[in-house]
């Protein structure tokens, strides 16, 4: 699902529950501050109480202005949630769960982003960017590579992280076989990983197949 932007600056999260310490970023490496009553912490979706996981759901409906399905939904779960606070009330999101994306004949083990969201009030406050800085550091410690799916308003924020436009075509590997989603041409960015080697921005990329919205 294409992620909707917002502009900012960042911050680390804080260590979730369960969170192996070596995967989060160095504290102190980014600049710019979060309001003092804001907390960026990580979470994985098994550790999210009802309570929180309701909270998000309800953050990520009013971004989408109801235009998030429960495959949307659902397709944020199963990895690690990026997630700014205020007031015990979520105000920024973004999720990082794993794919399996093909270029070349080669299977990357991917950090797929959903899910980018800042609650209206919220947004021009640099927390857009604070959940996509550490959304993109988990990845490129822990995959090898990143993906997602952006509009044309959001690119400028991705790509200021490092994040490359894929400028070949993309397909979807359905029942074994490629079909192609050129929808999606053009919409696709990537994040390459200390263990990504080259990667032709130009080549074919195909995702693995899911229910709803396949990229």
């Not at 600056?9 to 102190?28: A, D, E, I, Y």
């Not at 397709?75 to 070349?104: C, D, M, N, Y």
Request: aromatic letters at 8%.
């Amino acid at each position: 699902m294409r992620t909707p932007p917002d502009p900012s600056t960042s911050r680390n999260p804080t260590v979730g529950k369960g969170m192996n310490r070596k995967t989060l970023p160095s504290v102190g490496q980014h600049r710019g501050k979060l309001s003092n009553v804001a907390e960026l912490r990580a979470v994985a979706t098994e550790d999210l109480t009802p309570k929180e996981t309701a909270a998000l759901r309800g953050l990520l409906d009013d971004v989408f202005e109801d235009d998030f399905s429960q495959e949307d939904w659902d397709h944020t779960l199963g990895g690690w949630h990026f997630v700014i606070s205020e007031k015990e009330q979520p105000i920024a999101h973004a999720s990082v769960v794993e794919r399996v994306l093909t270029s070349r004949r080669r299977r990357y083990r991917t950090g797929y982003v959903e899910g980018v969201g800042v609650r209206e009030d919220a947004r021009g406050c640099g927390h857009g960017r604070a959940v996509m800085t550490a959304a993109s550091e988990y990845i490129r410690d822990n995959f090898e590579l990143g993906a997602l799916g952006a509009t044309e308003e959001g690119a400028r924020l991705y790509q200021s992280l490092g994040w490359q436009r894929v400028l070949g075509p993309t397909l979807a590997e359905i029942d074994g076989k490629p079909q192609r989603t050129p929808d999606e041409d053009g919409y696709i960015f990537v994040l390459l990983t200390p263990c990504t080697g080259p990667f032709d921005l130009q080549a074919p990329l195909m995702c693995d197949w899911r229910t709803g919205d396949v990229w």
